[in-house]
């Protein structure tokens, strides 16, 4: 099956920092990927849609200048945590839809970050 | 925008013993409900899914089944195994959104 990858897979930064975290789609074009954000034991959280060569779109209550999402190419999207603080600390992962048709979603190993 | 509930949050089987777990949408436009299992720090894998023009469908001891009039699916698991313990997500999506709700999953524990 398609192959996501997904990097840090896990990164500690001091608070007011800025993280940046990798997701590519290894053996397909992904013109649409996720962003999800996961609390221990609770469910994917959708944070943005990020679209290929034009803006991410964001759910109602995430920040978009907190949360940088670029998808520069067609194998490549990049979340950045800015200015992060102990509460951004989480469990984020990324997904890939191969073909952008509602086909199915590959999933990234996800990055845990903690933020002291 | 769509909404999806799921049921139960947890659930305990004994090994061999059928599990069903059930979610609801909102949104009639869905018309894609895959399922996921994700154990503990991984990544959530597909293990099936089924499209709003098919009613049912089965991969081995894995079947999912959908009711569009009610707006609901359920994922079923037959003969289950300690391996078979995780937890299972469900989501729905639509063509035109292109975007995937999650359910909130459930914490399933086979006891062997």
């Known amino acids: 099956g398609a192959v996501v990858s997904q990097h840090p897979s896990w990164v500690i930064c001091k608070s007011g920092t800025s993280v940046k975290i990798e997701c590519r789609s290894l053996?397909?074009?992904?013109?649409?990927m996720f962003w999800y954000r996961q609390f221990p034991k609770q469910s994917l959280m959708l944070m943005a849609t990020?679209?290929?060569?034009?803006?991410?779109?964001?759910e109602q209550g995430v920040e978009k200048d907190k949360f940088l999402i670029n998808h520069a190419s067609l194998t490549l999207s990049t979340l950045t945590v800015t200015s992060a603080h102990p509460e951004d600390s989480s469990f984020y992962i990324c997904?890939?839809?191969?073909?952008?048709?509602?086909?199915?979603?590959?999933f990234g190993s996800g990055t845990q970050l903690s933020v002291l | 925008g769509e909404n999806v509930e799921q049921h139960p949050s947890t659930l305990s089987v004994q090994e061999g013993d059928s599990a069903v777990i059930k979610c609801t949408y909102s949104?009639?436009?869905?018309?894609?409900f895959p399922w996921y299992k994700q154990e503990l720090g991984k990544r959530p894998q597909l293990i099936i899914d089924?499209?709003?023009?098919?009613g049912e469908k089965k991969d081995q001891r894995i079947a999912v089944t959908l009711n569009k009039t009610a707006k609901h699916f359920s994922l079923h698991i037959t003969e289950t195994q300690p391996e078979d313990s995780a937890v299972y997500f469900c989501?729905?999506?639509?063509?035109?959104?292109?975007?995937?709700?999650f359910g909130t999953g459930t914490s399933l524990t086979v006891i062997p």
């Open positions: 997904s890939a839809e191969p073909g952008g048709t509602n086909e199915k979603l590959f």
């Open positions: 990020s679209n290929e060569g034009s803006k991410a779109t964001y």
């Open positions: 053996d397909f074009q992904a013109t649409t």
């Open positions: 089924i499209r709003s023009n098919v």
């Open positions: 989501a729905a999506s639509n063509n035109g959104g292109n975007q995937f709700y």
């Open positions: 949104d009639s436009a869905s018309n894609y």
